[in-house]
């Protein structure tokens, strides 16, 4: 029982780690066609907020819940810099966005990997070191910290897109910008917020990525490309498919991983999206529109 | 067969997710004639053309010659003597106009010719490049080009495929009144031997050009016959808000 | 759309204007683009064969040799992603075909024959060799599976991919997570394939001593020779008119559909090409560099291997080159020195080369030019490039 349950539990939890990073994607890629390859480095400067704080705030509960804004507002801010100096100069070329993003996440990676050489040795919350017993298997809380962190997160920001006004000028910039720009939203600033906000998320994901395993300066690569995927497999500007893609990577990895090994089942899962994107190259869900078509 | 070509289309219906943007669409388009299909916007006219070119997805039938339209690929249709221009013109802006024209023939090629460079002018291209007077612009990149020289350069691809059937959407819109009469005098030179349709807004062009034109509303035919029949058709004036047909197709 | 007033009649004969001009090789008038281009590579060809060997020491010829194999990759991306727009992310891939195959083959040659390599011995003296190293003792199927391996990978992946019609972004990150996933597959394989310490310590190439010197000048005269050879099937490829349909493909895929053509042919000889370069640049690189590991095929390796096209001009015939010579020169010498240096350097050079010269530092004169002319005759501007062709994803 053991063995069905647990990969099931992990990979659901890798699965809400994975959405967090993508839901920050899903903004910034699926709604600005920009396309950040240094998004995963934020989620490493998020795994370093979280170790900061914990210089400085003792009690790691307490400490864990300020470096959650402290990641957010850090990596958004990354995000705001980046958009600002490179990336608002290139909203006509994504695919040179992509490669400009490239040169930005390999100096991150390098700063990361000159001061934190074997990653950062964040402590565990003392309040999230116990498992609750799911069917006779022992969960360890944190990976229910994580799961109800995704959440969250994802309740947030679909209410954000959804009831904000910010939300529906995000919506009008993307499906017109000429004609939001006409309409007085000040399509500059609606990029900044996206970006910021974006961006953020990924920071959430680093201080969740940072109590589940350890860090290093690849982890960033490892979660941009997972996470580009799911948002293309679950279908662009769809919350829900996102969703639904972040979960069953995480969950069908975790069963790879344990009737196979780690690194092999990393592959199976790529390999596994790649054929389902030749299956549905548009995704799970797809908004028909002649511009996608 | 008698030697008239033509395309003969039954029943199209395009759905894009439940909104029929061609609904049981019946028209025949004859060698020889211009037809102009006419339409206020999103009437349905390009994904008329889309469907015909395998663009899109229509059920219905398309048939020309032995062939149904809708049931082939793009360039399988192409390569069966079926071409179209674009709403927005669409040369390759970096090659020539003689790289443009010249690779409209490179299917008649072996694909190991395709390999080698190009000696020469084929005459082909030659002849076509003379019909759509760009001869003497030649060796310039076709981005340089005017907006009506483009849309000249990619009739004159169509040439060089020997398209017997080309679609023609929007090709004037933006031309000059000279290049507009200009245009008309060229597909009047290559009508003959061809069957050519043309998307249209400007009603003084379809007046001077067309030989034939049918009018599409919300999906459907609304109306066929000369152009005068089509101005006194008392339906199509009231799709056209009761308005004279002219000032409201002006874009 | 503004109609021009002085739109000249499509009947008439029309005078060159100046614009003409600026498309000829202004050196020698005569000659036509194609020869100089080829007179180039003939320059090229003697300074790699002649001059290099004549001045440089065994040490810095056998780095040139090493730079020549990722020059050899650039070659193949700058015709993938220059020419055909497909931006060939994880061309390690290829790189790694070519090298483990040739790897396995210098690894068995230097067990002797029947025996089996020193690092499996290492896990398990008595283990069988993996049936998928045994046909690698021949030296001639090891030949045939560095050209035919990428043959068979990237034309089942590409045609896959692009009668999908998969493209830009998406082809982008599908080919780097390839890339990430092979070296996933090879350091997590250790007793197989020698894991993420790669192999290493060859003593023969197909019979030849590599600790003789004269031996290694000899690898790095291949390996030079082949670069030239890719040159000329580029230059060929570039003149040809199937040159012209990979770049009318790139620039309007859905138009190319028009005129007949699948483009999804046309970009997987393109793709396939540039594959089979990579790989014999890999399988040379294993003899010269002495090692091959996941280190040199994953993500950042890629990134370095698109960085010589990226920097030197991707659509143009001696950029690529160029740029990975420079590129693999620059990251030695930096790197003695400067071990986390070099890093940086090749970051801000992504950066400031995509944001300033996208076409690469070739294009900074004409560009220049073009802007000074420009200001000088402020009315023969071209017009807006047609953008919507070049859409992420359709
Ligand atoms: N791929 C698509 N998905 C969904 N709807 C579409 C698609 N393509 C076209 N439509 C819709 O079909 C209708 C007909 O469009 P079409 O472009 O054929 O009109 P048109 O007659 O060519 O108009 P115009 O004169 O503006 O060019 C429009 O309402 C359009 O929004
Ligand atoms: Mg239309």
């Known amino acids: 029982m053991d063995s069905l349950i647990a990969p099931f539990l992990n990979g659901t939890a890798d699965g809400a780690l994975l959405l967090i990073a993508a839901l920050g994607l899903a903004l910034t890629?699926?709604?600005?066609?920009?396309?950040?390859?240094?998004?995963?480095?934020?989620?490493?400067?998020?795994?370093?907020?979280?170790?900061?704080?914990?210089?400085?705030?003792?009690?790691?509960?307490?400490?864990?819940?300020?470096?959650?804004?402290?990641?957010?507002?850090?990596?958004?801010?990354?995000?705001?810099?980046?958009?600002?100096?490179?990336?608002?100069?290139m909203y006509d070329r994504p695919l040179d966005t992509l490669l400009a993003t490239v040169g930005v996440s390999l100096a991150l990676q390098q700063i990361f990997l000159?001061?934190?050489?074997?990653?950062?040795?964040?402590?565990?919350?003392?309040?999230?070191?116990?498992?609750?017993?799911?069917?006779?298997?022992?969960?360890?809380?944190?990976?229910?910290?994580?799961?109800?962190?995704?959440?969250a997160c994802l309740a947030a920001l679909g209410a954000l897109l959804k009831y904000s006004s910010f939300g529906r000028r995000i919506r009008a910039t993307v499906q017109n910008r000429a004609l939001a720009e006409t309409l007085g939203v000040a399509t500059r600033s609606v990029d900044r917020m996206t970006f910021f906000i974006g961006s953020g998320l990924a920071g959430i994901g680093g201080v969740a990525a940072s109590l589940i395993g350890g860090t290093n300066s690849q982890m960033g690569t490892r979660y941009i490309i997972l996470a580009f995927l799911v948002v293309v497999a679950g279908g662009l500007g769809q919350l829900r498919g996102t969703v639904i893609a972040a979960w069953t990577v995480g969950v069908v990895t975790a069963y790879l991983a344990d009737w196979t090994t780690g690194s092999l089942a990393q592959v199976i899962t790529f390999v596994l999206v790649v054929v389902f994107l030749q299956v549905r190259p548009n995704g799970l869900f797809t908004v028909r529109t002649r511009g996608l078509a | 067969m008698t030697g008239q070509d033509y395309v003969e289309v039954q029943g199209l219906t395009v759905d894009f997710d439940g909104f029929k943007a061609n609904e049981e669409v019946d028209v025949t388009f004859l060698q020889g004639r211009i037809h102009f299909l006419i339409g206020p916007n999103g009437a349905g006219k390009t994904t008329l053309v889309d469907a015909l070119t395998g663009l899109v997805k229509g059920t219905g039938r398309a048939r020309y010659g032995n062939l149904d339209l809708l049931s082939l690929k793009s360039h399988q249709i192409s390569r069966a003597g079926v071409g179209r221009t674009f709403q927005t013109a669409t040369v390759f802006e970096e090659l020539s106009v003689l790289q443009n024209l010249d690779i409209a023939g490179g299917v008649h090629r072996k694909a190991w010719g395709m390999l080698r460079a190009r000696k020469g002018i084929p005459d082909y291209v030659q002849e076509a490049m003379e019909t759509v007077g760009l001869a003497d612009l030649r060796d310039r990149p076709a981005g340089v080009l005017a907006h009506g020289q483009k849309q000249w350069l990619e009739i004159g691809m169509l040439l060089v495929q020997d398209a017997k059937v080309m679609f023609l959407d929007e090709t004037v819109a933006g031309m000059s009144h000279e290049e507009r009469d200009e245009t008309?005098?060229?597909?009047?030179?290559?009508?003959?031997?061809?069957?050519?349709?043309?998307?249209?807004?400007?009603?003084?062009?379809?007046?001077?050009?067309?030989?034939?034109?049918?009018?599409?509303?919300?999906?459907?035919?609304?109306?066929?016959?000369s152009v005068a029949d089509i101005q006194g058709n008392p339906r199509v004036q009231e799709v056209y808000l009761g308005r004279n047909i002219e000032e409201v197709s002006h874009e | 759309?503004?109609?021009?007033?002085?739109?000249?009649?499509?009947?008439?004969?029309?005078?060159?204007?100046?614009?003409?001009?600026?498309?000829?090789?202004?050196?020698?008038?005569?000659?036509?683009?194609?020869?100089?281009?080829?007179?180039?590579?003939?320059?090229?060809?003697?300074?790699?064969?002649?001059?290099?060997?004549?001045?440089?020491?065994?040490?810095?010829?056998?780095?040139?040799?090493?730079?020549?194999?990722?020059?050899?990759?650039?070659?193949?991306?700058?015709?993938?992603?220059?020419?055909?727009?497909?931006?060939?992310?994880?061309?390690?891939?290829?790189?790694?075909?070519?090298?483990?195959?040739?790897?396995?083959?210098?690894t068995l040659e230097t067990a002797g024959p029947d025996a089996i390599p020193v690092f499996m011995i290492l896990y398990d003296p008595l283990a069988p060799l993996p049936g998928f190293w045994e046909p690698f003792r021949s030296g001639a199927f090891t030949l045939l599976a560095v050209v035919g391996a990428p043959v068979l990978l990237a034309g089942t992946l590409g045609y896959a991919i692009f009668k999908r019609r998969v493209k830009g972004a998406y082809f982008a990150i599908l080919s780097q997570a390839l890339a990430v996933a092979l070296a996933y597959l090879i350091g997590g394989t250790i007793k197989l394939t020698g894991g993420d310490t790669g192999l290493s310590d060859f003593k023969y190439f197909f019979g030849y001593d590599l600790s003789?010197?004269?031996?290694?000048?000899?690898?790095?005269?291949?390996?030079?020779?082949?670069?030239?050879?890719?040159?000329?099937?580029?230059?060929?490829?570039?003149?040809?008119?199937?040159?012209?349909?990979?770049?009318?493909?790139?620039?309007?895929?859905?138009?190319?559909?028009?005129?007949?053509?699948?483009?999804?042919?046309?970009?997987l000889v393109a793709y396939v090409t540039a594959a089979v370069m990579a790989s014999i640049g890999g399988a040379l690189f294993v003899p010269i560099a002495g090692i091959i590991s996941p280190k040199e095929i994953g993500a950042a390796a890629s990134i370095f291997l698109i960085a010589g096209a990226a920097f030197g001009g991707r659509a143009t015939l001696f950029g690529p080159v160029l740029g990975a010579l420079l590129l693999g020169y620059g990251r030695s010498s930096l790197s003695e020195q400067w071990e986390n240096g070099w890093i940086y350097v090749l970051a801000l050079m992504f950066i400031l080369v995509t944001l300033l010269a996208p076409e690469g530092v070739a294009s900074i004169p004409r560009r220049a030019a073009g802007l000074l002319g420009s200001l000088r005759r402020p009315t023969e501007s071209r017009p807006p490039r047609n953008t919507a062709a070049k859409e992420t994803k359709s």
Not at chain 2, 196 to 204: Q, T
């Open chain 1, 29 to 89: 890629f699926g709604q600005m066609g920009v396309i950040n390859m240094a998004h995963g480095e934020f989620l490493l400067a998020g795994a370093v907020c979280a170790f900061w704080t914990q210089q400085v705030v003792a009690s790691t509960d307490v400490s864990i819940l300020v470096a959650l804004p402290v990641a957010f507002v850090v990596a958004g801010l990354l995000g705001l810099v980046l958009e600002a100096t490179i990336l608002q100069w």
């Open chain 1, 114 to 151: 000159q001061n934190y050489p074997s990653g950062v040795p964040v402590e565990k919350p003392s309040l999230l070191d116990g498992q609750i017993d799911v069917l006779g298997y022992a969960w360890p809380l944190r990976q229910v910290f994580t799961i109800v962190l995704a959440v």
């Open chain 2, 184 to 225: 008309g005098e060229l597909l009047r030179r290559i009508a003959p031997s061809r069957t050519i349709v043309v998307i249209e807004h400007d009603m003084d062009f379809v007046r001077n050009h067309a030989d034939f034109v049918t009018v599409l509303h919300a999906g459907k035919v609304l109306a066929e016959g």
């Open chain 3, 1 to 106: 759309m503004s109609t021009p007033t002085d739109v000249e009649s499509p009947f008439l004969p029309v005078a060159a204007t100046p614009t003409d001009r600026r498309r000829l090789p202004r050196s020698s008038p005569r000659l036509s683009r194609d020869t100089v281009s080829l007179i180039g590579i003939g320059v090229f060809a003697v300074l790699m064969l002649l001059v290099a060997p004549a001045v440089l020491s065994d040490f810095r010829l056998n780095n040139l040799g090493k730079y020549a194999c990722w020059a050899m990759v650039a070659v193949g991306i700058g015709l993938a992603w220059g020419r055909g727009g497909m931006l060939v992310l994880g061309q390690g891939v290829y790189f790694a075909l070519g090298a483990y195959a040739m790897a396995m083959h210098l």
């Open chain 3, 212 to 267: 003789d010197p004269i031996n290694k000048r000899m690898i790095y005269s291949i390996t030079a020779g082949l670069l030239v050879l890719c040159l000329l099937v580029v230059w060929q490829l570039y003149r040809s008119r199937f040159g012209e349909l990979l770049v009318a493909t790139r620039d309007a895929e859905e138009r190319v559909r028009f005129l007949g053509h699948d483009p999804a042919n046309i970009k």
